[in-house]
């Protein structure tokens, strides 16, 4: 029983860790400290680790990795996007 608290605990901390940042960056759609690079691998994490929740049935995983991967993916657009738009613009 023990297990299982500190399991929902540590998907509640983490899930929520991520929340500011992501709030944030969709408020500003500022991410120019962050790296894209690091968001992919986070992201492709987060749906591989949501995927495992499925196949073992395990809620914690499943839900924590779910609501991170959704607050993940536009942090992940917007870098993609911005990057895509300071290649395209003329240096100065």
Do not use: E, H
């Not at 608290?5 to 759609?29: C, D, E, N, S, V």
């Amino acid at each position: 029983m023990v297990t299982l608290y500190i399991g929902y605990m540590a998907a509640i901390l983490t899930t929520f860790a991520f929340l500011p940042q992501a709030i944030k960056t969709i408020q500003t759609r500022d991410t120019s400290g962050l790296s894209g690079l690091m968001y992919a691998c986070f992201t492709v994490g987060l749906a591989l680790w949501f995927s495992y929740g499925l196949l073992i049935g395990d809620i914690a995983l499943i839900c924590a990795n779910g609501l991170t991967l959704l607050l993940a993916l536009p942090v992940l657009l917007i870098t993609v996007q911005n990057n895509l738009r300071r290649r395209r613009s003329p240096v100065d």
